[in-house]
Each structure stands twice: as structure tokens, then as C-alpha cells.
């Protein structure tokens, strides 16, 4: 394949020269004479877990940088990573050392303060384990306890670090071989225990919870989320009744409920509170016979974090079968509830509507939606159930049903954050509807998404139906008043997906967003403060910590991810991607290089014949097997390549070397054979390459980057 090294050869210079890392010395001392500092200032403020502290709150206690500093902030080093695979993590601030987990595991420790690189740790991720993960290879984090920090992989691994040196202590499998597992979730610590779930349910498999001693690595307990076959015997008690609200033979497709993201600990009363996701598959005729709850999918369960036993739940959206995971972050307050002094969790889930519940007993204390929401009329307070619409359940209705929210829900895993000054939870929301319809004839698939839901494929190449879609997806920064049920302040937004929330007791909320600034509102009144032009879109939540009297804002860049791809790769395909940890002070002297803007040609493919039927049968291939990753219409996510674009979709001979021999598989792009035969690769190039001429025909014949 002669033609193939031309591109790889790039590859691996862009590769290489993207770990340059940038520093820039800042010796200047703070400018805070005037602002509200606390007495003792030297002392270090740690970012030590996934949400800041226990509670989640994604509360920084650091006021140094204010409204009145805030002109002042500046960055004062970066560093640059391989743009590939979208940034989510929340980075760690412990002991004067940042803990960065980016794209395909690979952890970094620098001098928080420097930036100096202290070590960098790649668990070699098996790249074809991307087959079966839904969103690319994306981490939101690692935990620290007991001087090691966790990490779990994509591949379903569970690796301790010695903190100091970035040396493998253990290494535990998580997830049966061949499972169709992947993990992007961040580990969490207490007890002496570390706790991971996984990801899968839209590739058909039994979700659960893992704890594992933090000396050893041994398996400590594990909670299923769902029953398994009846057959054998139930893993715990609760299983069992889980069972009574399941039908058919919802075991063969493994039923779903991973505890794919959040996980919130309670030391004062042990418990360990799991986030658990959708089922699987979404057409309840199909998984359930539909009918039940089917426990516990789409619910917050409270367990014994010593002995993984089961003490409560409460289900968020009873027998989903809208993707409505209930794995957002869950924050911990005491909210004065009707004159009650009452211990919340407070959630706000895919399905639209903002949750306080007393986390001692599960006990709903109040709900109403946050955004637009049409499958439900809202949650019943006596039952605690939602009142479904008629149109909700689409699977009923030949033509499907379009609902908000979508799939991607109105909420997804971009952390929320709470403030109790001000007493506002700040939700980054998604505004878009969602295409549901069944598909026809379902079968369960050994590769690729298997939920039953029709995977569209709008034809976005035409500039006209992209702008109606880009009105569709819009986003919105909301403060929340969670004891009112009722919007505060909002921030309008382009596009959905923007980034996860930090706020501070500086009075700030800080926010990245898709059009690639880092921005910071006015905690009270959402008044626009300040804001960076970082270049690139920004998913992932900021984080804030204080080392010698000095408060610091980091944050990755870096756009990829389920949301990532809709919203960062197809409305905002002008953006260049760029994966970078972001690192601010009051008067930092840090700058960054200017962004490096690549015009592309759309390669002329007129004269190719392209038969329609075999295009027909390549699009409803693509949309099974690539549009996942490669985006819709193949215009890629900012991540993978536009198909469009690539002078390998032009060559019959080059598109069947990389989609079934696997010539790129070391890039993450593992071989399709023998699942998909040498006559079907080509109807897909068929339709990669209608795709390209509908784009010559709409005048869109150049983009930026990939
Ligand atoms: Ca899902």
C-alpha cells in the first residue's frame, strides 16, 4: 500500500510534535492585598476528588480571583496532548501535583505550579476496544487515595499508580474478556476501597459496580444493577425482587444499567450512592415484554459502601426505554426543605427534570423539569412516578416519535455544580429533540449498537438542513434555585455539549464552551465576566486549587464524546480541534502559540458512477456500523476524519485495506471482517463518496482541519 505511508507519516509528525510542552516562568507575586483572602493563605486547597470534595459540589472555598481580580486572570503555563479522542476529564490537584487522565488513558503528574512534568504513565490501551464504545476513547478521571492514584481503562482494566512516580502498583481486570465493556467513568476512593463501573448498555450488556481493596487489587464485592437469568442463582437478595419487574427474557440482551459515570460517597452515613444508565435494548417490546420498571435502570441506589449491599433506590424513569440514564453527577447539600433542615442528593438526569431527594432514605422531597421536556407531563409527587404523554411511548407508533429531550438528554455527563452562597445549582443543558422509531425486523447484533432505535442519518451535507439542525441544537447555562424548583438566571448558548461547570467563593461560575472560550459568570446574576479564547471547543469542568497564597483555574480542551461529536463536530466543523491542559492565575504571563488553521479540499470524486441501491445499502450500513464514530453524512467529529475528505474513500483497493484488513488499526480503526463482506465495504464507500459529491453540489467544498 505504497499511498498509505504519505498519510501515516503525517500522522506521526502531527503526533510527535503535539507533545511539545509550553511553559512559561511566572515568577510575578499575587496582586491580592485588596480582596477577601482566608487567614491562613499559604496553606494548599487540594481539588482531591472527582467533584472537588465529597459532596460533589464542584464548589471551590478559593475567593483570590473574584469579580473584582478576574480582569487579572491570565494563563500561566499549558500543556499539549495527541488530538485525538476529545478531553472530559476533571483533572486532581494533590500535594502540590496536578493529575491530568486524558484520551486513551494516558495519565500525566506535573508541578501544579511549574508545570513541570513529573511523569506520564500509557496503559497501552488495546485500540480495538473502540469497536465497542459508544462515545471514543474518553476518560473522565483518576482518583487519588494513600499516595496512588487510580485509573481505569477503556479496556476495562483498574490500575493503581504509585503518586509519587507514575509506577504500576496493580492492575485488575474489571470486565470478562470479550464482554463488550468499556470504562470512561473516573474511579472513586473511600474505606480503603476503590469503586468502577463501565459502560456497554447500547452494545447489550449486565451492568455493575466493582469495589476493590486499594493495597492489593482484590475484589472486594460487586452489585449487579440488573438480574440476570433466573435461572441461576441471584448474586444478592434484592435481585430477586429486581426480577418481578422484568419480563421475557431480558438476560439474553444483558439488560443495561451501567454505572457508566457518577458515583457519590457519604462518609457520615457509609453509603455509596451509583448513578446507574439506560437499558438495553431501548424497545421495551423487545427486552421486557413491554411491561415493568425493570429495576434498576435509571436510578440512584444507595448502597453499603463496606459490603456493596443494597439500602435504597429511587428510579428516575421507570422501565426506560428513552436512553434517559440517571448517571449524572449527583451533588451532596443540607437544603433547608419546607422548614426542615433535610441531607440531599440532588440529581438532574438525561430525562429533563432536576431531583432533590433525602439521601438518608431515598425520599423524593421535589421535582420539576429543568428544560423542555415532552415524553412526561411531570413526576407524580405521591408516587414519584413520571406522568407519560401519549406520544412517549414511541415504540407503539409506526412513524416513531420525536420527544425532548433526546437520547443525549437535556442533561448529560458535564458535571453540574453547587454553590452555597449564592444556593444555586449551575446544569450545562442540552436543547435538542430526538428522533424514536423502531427498527424494523430487530435483530440482536454480536457488533455495534444493538437498541432497537432506528440510528438516523440526516443528510447534514446540505447547508440548508444544517442550519435548521444547528437552531435545533442549542444549550443553555441555567442556575437552578433547588429548593424553589425554579430557574434563576440563564446563559444562552449556540450549541449543545458545552462543558462541565466549576464554581467558586469568589461569587464566579466558570464554564468552557463549543465556540471555544472559557468563560466566567457572575454566580448570582450570570453577568458575563471573563472569558478566554482557548481556540478550541471545551467540554470537559474546570477545576480551582491554591498552592504559596496563589488560586489557580485548570481546565482541558479538547472536543470528542457522544455530545462532542453532535455539537463540537458537525455545527462547529470550523473549530480546529486542539487537546491541551489550560492552567490560569491573577497575572500569569503564559501565551499560547495561534491556532494553525488547515484549509482541506474536498477531493473530486464527479466521475465516480455511484449505483444508488448499492449507496441505499451502504447508508444503512454506515449508520449501523461507522456513523458512530465517523459522524453523520461521514463528515467525521472532529476527531476521526471526514470520510469525505479522505483520499482513502476515493480507492476501492484503500477503503477494504483500512476497514477490513485493519491497516490503521493502531489508531484506534480495528478491522470489520468478517463482519462486514468485501461487497458491502464498498456499497459504504459507495455512499462515503455520494456523500462527498451531495457536498460539491451544495458548494461546501472546503474545511478546516479535520
Ligand atoms: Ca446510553
Not at 452555597?420 to 449498537?449: H, K, L, M, T
Amino acid at each position: 500500500m505504497p499511498f498509505l505511508r504519505p498519510l501515516i507519516l503525517v500522522l506521526l509528525v502531527s503526533f510527535t510534535s503535539n507533545f511539545a510542552v509550553a511553559q512559561a516562568s511566572d515568577n510575578n507575586a499575587p496582586t491580592n492585598a485588596q480582596t477577601k483572602t482566608p487567614v491562613n493563605e499559604s496553606t494548599e486547597i487540594e481539588w482531591r476528588y472527582h467533584g472537588g470534595t465529597y459532596e460533589d459540589q464542584r464548589y471551590s472555598t478559593l475567593g483570590q480571583i473574584n469579580a473584582r481580580t478576574i480582569k487579572d486572570l491570565k494563563l500561566t503555563w499549558f500543556a499539549d496532548y495527541p488530538a485525538y479522542g476529545g478531553q472530559q476529564a476533571t483533572p486532581l490537584m494533590v500535594n502540590r501535583t496536578l493529575y491530568v487522565a486524558t484520551a486513551w488513558n494516558i495519565v500525566y503528574a506535573y508541578d501544579a505550579a511549574s508545570g513541570k512534568e513529573l511523569w506520564r504513565f500509557d496503559p497501552a490501551v488495546r485500540r480495538a476496544v473502540l469497536i465497542d464504545a459508544c462515545c471514543g476513547p474518553v476518560t473522565r478521571g483518576v482518583a487519588y487515595a494513600d499516595g496512588k492514584i487510580f485509573t481505569a481503562t477503556l479496556d476495562g482494566r483498574l490500575i493503581a499508580l504509585d503518586a509519587a512516580s507514575g509506577k504500576q502498583l496493580w492492575s485488575a481486570e474489571t470486565v470478562p474478556e470479550g464482554g463488550r465493556y468499556t470504562i470512561t467513568g473516573a474511579p472513586r476512593v473511600a474505606n480503603g476501597m476503590v469503586f468502577i463501573g463501565n459502560g456497554g448498555a447500547e452494545f447489550g450488556v449486565r451492568g455493575y459496580v466493582s469495589a476493590y481493596n486499594i493495597e492489593t487489587g482484590a475484589l472486594a464485592w460487586r452489585f449487579y444493577t440488573v438480574p440476570g437469568d433466573p435461572a441461576k442463582p441471584f448474586e444478592n437478595p434484592i435481585l430477586q425482587e429486581a426480577a418481578k419487574t422484568w419480563h421475557g427474557e431480558w438476560w439474553k440482551y444483558g439488560g443495561g444499567g451501567t454505572v457508566w459515570d457518577s458515583m457519590s460517597y457519604d462518609p457520615e452515613l457509609n453509603l455509596l450512592y451509583i448513578g446507574v444508565g439506560n437499558s438495553t435494548p431501548y424497545d421495551p417490546t423487545i427486552r421486557t415484554a413491554g411491561m415493568g420498571d425493570n429495576w434498576f435502570v435509571s436510578s440512584i441506589v444507595a448502597l453499603n459502601a463496606d459490603t456493596g449491599a443494597y439500602v435504597w433506590h429511587y428510579q428516575t424513569t421507570p422501565g426506560d426505554s428513552w436512553d434517559y440514564t440517571a448517571t449524572q453527577n449527583m451533588i451532596f447539600a443540607d437544603l433547608d426543605i419546607r422548614g426542615e433542615q433535610r441531607k440531599v442528593i440532588m440529581q438532574a438526569p438525561k430525562n429533563g427534570f432536576f431531583y432533590v431527594l433525602d439521601r438518608q432514605t431515598g425520599e423524593l422531597l421535589s421535582a420539576n423539569n429543568f428544560s423542555k421536556v415532552t415524553w412526561a407531563t411531570g413526576i407524580d409527587k405521591e408516587t414519584g412516578r413520571p406522568v407519560l404523554t401519549g406520544e412517549a411511548k414511541w415504540w407503539l407508533n409506526p412513524e416513531g416519535s420525536v420527544l425532548f429531550p433526546s437520547t443525549g438528554g437535556a442533561h448529560n455527563w458535564h458535571p453540574m455544580a453547587f454553590n452555597p452562597d449564592s444556593g444555586y445549582v449551575y446544569i450545562p443543558v442540552n436543547i435538542y429533540s430526538g428522533n424514536f422509531r423502531a427498527v424494523e425486523d430487530y435483530q440482536y447484533r454480536s457488533v455495534g449498537r444493538t437498541t432497537g432505535l432506528l440510528a438516523g442519518s440526516p443528510p447534514l451535507a446540505d447547508p440548508k438542513v444544517r442550519s435548521v439542525a444547528s437552531e435545533r441544537l442549542q444549550g443553555r447555562l441555567l442556575a437552578w434555585d433547588p429548593i424553589k424548583q425554579q430557574p434563576a438566571w440563564s446563559v444562552e448558548q449556540a450549541n449543545s455539549g458545552n462543558g462541565g461547570v466549576l464554581t467558586t467563593a469568589g461569587g464566579l461560575v466558570f464554564q468552557g464552551d463549543t465556540q471555544g472560550y472559557l468563560n466566567a459568570f457572575g454566580a448570582d446574576d450570570g453577568s458575563p465576566l471573563w472569558r478566554f479564547n482557548a481556540h478550541s471547543v471545551i467540554i470537559a469542568p474546570p477545576i480551582s486549587y491554591r498552592i504559596d497564597g496563589q488560586q489557580y483555574i485548570a481546565v482541558l480542551s479538547g472536543k470528542g464524546g457522544s455530545l462532542g461529536r453532535i455539537a463540537g463536530g458537525v455545527i462547529n466543523e470550523d473549530m480546529t480541534n486542539i487537546s491541551r491542559l489550560l492552567v490560569f492565575k491573577l497575572n500569569g504571563k503564559g501565551t499560547l502559540p495561534e491556532p494553525v488553521r488547515l484549509e482541506v479540499a474536498l477531493p473530486n470524486w464527479e466521475d465516480t458512477k455511484v449505483d444508488p441501491q448499492r449507496s441505499k445499502r451502504g447508508a444503512g450500513l454506515y449508520a449501523h456500523y461507522c456513523m458512530t464514530c465517523h459522524g453523520v453524512s461521514a463528515q467525521g467529529n472532529g476527531i476521526t476524519p471526514d470520510l469525505r475528505y479522505s483520499p482513502l474513500s476515493g480507492i476501492t483497493d484503500a477503503f477494504k485495506a483500512v476497514v477490513l484488513d485493519g491497516v490503521m488499526a493502531s489508531t484506534g480503526m480495528a478491522s470489520f471482517s468478517p463482519v462486514l463482506t468485501p461487497a458491502q465495504t464498498e456499497d459504504i464507500r459507495l455512499y462515503v463518496v455520494q456523500q462527498n459529491q451531495l457536498a460539491r453540489k451544495a458548494g461546501d467544498v472546503s474545511r478546516v482541519g479535520r
